[in-house]
């Protein structure tokens, strides 16, 4: 309870730990996603031998595309929230 206190009360050193946390949690279900998305591709090589046509391979970017859009979003964010930290910290 007392961990759930101090991050609410936005104390620097530890909200700092806990968005770094959070960013390292993001990046790996980021990497963990995209992971999929190159099985995928390794996959269907195995099991068509004819290969498949272009067009399968350009419908694989856009989630590829969102998921590195959304990991730089975050971590914008997240230095974006450490700013506000660090000014905060400094003013009080």
């Known amino acids: 309870m007392q961990i759930l206190i101090e991050f609410l009360s936005l104390r620097p050193v530890f909200t700092r730990k806990a968005l770094y946390g959070i960013w390292y949690f993001y990046l790996l279900a980021t990497v963990l996603q995209l ?30 595309l969102f998921a590195v859009a959304h990991l730089a979003l975050v971590r914008i964010f997240l230095e974006m929230a450490l700013q506000f930290i660090d000014k905060r910290s400094l003013s009080v």
């Open 35 to 64: 992971g999929q998305y190159v099985a995928i591709l390794f996959s269907t090589r195995e099991i068509y031998s004819a290969g498949l046509s272009p067009h399968y391979y350009v419908s694989l970017v856009p989630p590829l």
